[in-house]
């Protein structure tokens, strides 16, 4: 039996690639912050499985600056694979929080891939990246050699991060491999994502719990997969003949706008009559041109998302009416 460590296993990717994994019959073993033990949501349904936590998916307790514990946890259990997502992911919250998203994004990367360095046989590591290094690029679309031009204290982290990956892949023949993640989105993604609050609030809108939803910019463009599709990508990253940085994306670019057109029209309704600008969320910085070319992905390890921009869009509306409606009833 495969074992694999997770990093970030509380996350929407974490969630989603634990379960695929376990259908792989693989064991894992999740790494969780102390502070998460009261925002295990979306891995809930696995941890209250008598079959599965405990026996196949197991979970221990460590920050990511804490290299003595990560160590030892890596020791005890020997992994084949280590999935590195954990971070804080939110590019807005970098900027209130520049110094610990580094420390995390930056650092924590870098001190997990000296700990791997050490271990015997060496585990096969994918950290995940995000089309945030390329930032304000002079090329579109991006691909997996577009200079890095990061424009947000998230991007730099995750620049560093990734360039650290390359290193040591190159230095150290490590397995090491960067999935340069473009915005990949899902009913377990957090509520202050914006795909998320537009979802939310066209299914709270519908039922009458709300009549308002507060944004910036509709102009703000972006390339917005389906998470699902990307951690099929992830596990078969590092199941390629060699260790590769592959950008993962649909090549597609929409606008906050088409979130709206979409969602409200799925519920009956007309977005204008409820969206209202807040300077808030403008951001300082934003970048504007994010499209990824995932061409190589498609060569290398056969990868292309499945799941269409709309059917997304609608699917995640129908979770939130979902998710109300098991509310109401509990
Ligand atoms: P990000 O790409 O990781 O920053 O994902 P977000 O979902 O936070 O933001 C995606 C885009 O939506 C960015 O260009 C934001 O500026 C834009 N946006 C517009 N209104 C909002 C809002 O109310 N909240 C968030 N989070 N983003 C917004």
């Not at 969780?32 to 009261?38: D, M, Q």
């Not at 209250?48 to 197991?58: K, M, N, P, T």
């Not at 950290?127 to 679309?141: A, L, N, Q, V, Y």
């Not at 596990?235 to 390629?240: G, H």
Request: proline content about 4%.
């Amino acid at each position: 039996m495969k074992r694999a460590v997770i990093t970030g296993i509380t996350g929407q990717d974490g969630s989603y690639l634990t379960e695929l994994l376990l259908a792989k019959d693989y064991e894992v073993h999740g790494i969780v912050r102390r502070s998460s033990s009261l925002t295990r949501s979306r891995i809930d349904h696995l941890t209250r499985d008598s079959q599965v936590y405990g026996e196949r998916l197991h979970l221990h307790y460590a920050d990511l600056d804490d290299a003595t514990t990560i160590r030892r946890i890596l020791q005890k259990v020997t992994p084949q694979e280590v999935y590195h997502l954990a971070g804080q992911t939110h590019v807005a919250v970098s900027f209130e929080v520049p110094e610990s998203t580094c420390q995390f994004a930056a650092m924590g990367t870098l001190g997990l891939l000296e700990i791997l360095r050490d271990c015997d046989p060496i585990p096969k590591f994918l950290h995940i990246s995000s089309s945030e290094i390329f930032g304000s690029p002079k090329e579109s679309p991006q691909n997996e050699s577009t200079p890095h031009r990061p424009i947000t204290p998230y991007g730099v982290a995750k620049s560093f991060a990734t360039d650290m990956v390359r290193v040591y892949r190159d230095s150290f023949e490590l397995f090491a491999c960067n999935a340069i993640c473009f915005n990949h989105e899902s009913p377990r993604r957090g509520e202050s994502f914006v795909t998320r609050k537009i979802t939310n609030a066209a299914a709270r809108i519908k039922l009458g719990l709300d009549d308002r939803l507060r944004l910036g910019s509709l102009e703000a463009q972006r390339d917005w997969g389906y998470a699902p599709d990307f951690v099929e990508a992830f596990w078969q990253m590092l199941q390629a003949d060699e260790p590769l940085d592959l950008v993962l994306a649909t090549g597609q670019t929409h606008q906050v706008r088409d979130w709206l057109d979409i969602a409200f029209r799925h519920v009956g309704l007309d977005w204008n009559d409820y969206v209202e600008l807040d300077e808030r969320y403008l951001r300082k910085a934003d970048p504007q041109r994010l499209v990824g070319d995932s061409s190589l992905a498609h060569e290398r390890i056969g990868w292309k998302p499945r799941i269409s921009f709309s059917l997304m869009v609608q699917l995640m509306v129908d979770a939130e009416l979902q998710l109300l409606d098991d509310h109401r009833r509990q």
